[in-house]
């Protein structure tokens, strides 16, 4: 979320690779972020590897439920 706030929106998708979240919003301290996006752009942060948005599902069983689980606020758009 760090890297979202500090690069904005486009240059955030331009560099790890997503698009704007068009059905959920991952809400962090009154701040909306794309789920998918951000959960993605951890992964590479925290293993190294790049996942590109079409190697997991962004809906409510992939990055949604992903961060559901890890005590995240998602709600609909």
């Not at 704007?20 to 190294?48: M, N, Q, S």
């Not at 996942?51 to 439920?65: P, R």
């Amino acid at each position: 979320m760090e890297e979202y706030d500090r690069r904005g929106p486009e240059r955030f998708f331009a560099e790890h690779g997503f698009a704007p979240t068009t059905t959920y919003e991952l809400v962090v301290d009154d701040r909306l972020y794309p789920p998918k996006a951000i959960l993605g752009t951890a992964y590479e942060f925290a293993t190294g590897k790049r996942l590109a948005s079409g190697d997991f599902e962004g809906g409510k069983s992939g990055a949604v439920k992903v961060l559901g689980q890890l005590g995240f606020i998602v709600r609909a758009k």
